[in-house]
């Protein structure tokens, strides 16, 4: 089945610091790949996705390349800000029949900015 | 424009007793897809319907069950409930018919305890 794997958090960093987030992903077929953000209190955001190989996604400052040769959805931020402190989330649509109609999520990495 | 709306926000539950979760998605929307988050599982997928029909169900037992009305509200009822079904019930919807080309909107949650 399908599956996505991000690094465990909780992440600390200072702000302006450059931020990666891991994100691999098993799937069949060809999927859309996701990062949505939860900030706390608050439901989730899409933040930004790609739909095929070789696809960036950016949004605010985000940016994150579909590499199908690595299966891998990675997120990152050249400087972060103490308003970026939220769960990430990434996530998958398997491109074929019904899978094309539900995401199936990683289990969340927590950031956290100090100033 | 609304966002997605969740009622209940916060209900409080005893094992054995069902509850019905509300979602009004954002106007025009056809599709309302429903997850469930919880910290050891993380979020995972109940259902989702399109313009009333159940296009793909999670993997969850058969004490979950929704249904989507043509003004496309949806519901979502949990019967005789367990411990573990305590969580925070998400809805979201979408514009579009798939995910590759739509975006999903999430609401902020409805907050199931069961006691």
């Known amino acids: 089945g399908n599956s996505v794997t991000q690094m465990e958090g909780p992440v600390t960093l200072s702000e302006e610091a450059f931020l990666t987030i891991n994100c691999t992903y098993t799937a069949t077929g060809y999927p859309s790949l996701f990062w949505y953000v939860q900030y706390p209190g608050e439901g989730l955001q899409l933040l930004l996705k790609?739909?095929?190989?070789?696809d960036k996604g950016s949004n605010k400052g985000f940016e994150a390349t579909y590499r199908k040769e690595t299966t891998s959805f990675h997120l990152e931020k050249g400087s972060v800000q103490v308003s970026d402190s939220a769960v990430y989330f990434c996530?998958?649509?398997?491109?074929?029949?019904?899978?094309?109609?539900?995401?199936?999520f990683g289990k969340g990495t927590k950031l956290s900015v100090i100033p | 424009k609304a966002g997605v709306t969740q009622t209940p926000r916060y209900l409080i539950k005893t094992r054995g007793q069902q509850v019905t979760l509300s979602c009004s998605p954002i106007?025009?929307?056809?599709?309302v897809s429903w997850y469930q988050q919880t910290p050891g599982q993380g979020l995972q997928f109940l259902f989702e319907?399109?313009?009333?029909?159940?296009?793909n169900k999670g993997n969850f037992p058969g004490r979950f069950s929704g249904r989507q009305f043509s003004n496309s509200r949806s519901e979502m009822n949990v019967s005789t409930l367990e411990l573990g079904d305590s969580a925070l019930y998400l809805c979201a919807s979408m514009a579009g018919e798939k995910l590759n080309t739509g975006e999903l909107f999430f609401g902020e949650g409805s907050r199931l305890t069961v006691l």
């Open positions: 996530a998958l649509s398997d491109g074929s029949g019904a899978g094309s109609y539900q995401l199936t």
């Open positions: 790609a739909t095929k190989a070789d």
């Open positions: 106007s025009g929307h056809r599709s």
């Open positions: 319907y399109f313009s009333e029909t159940q296009r």
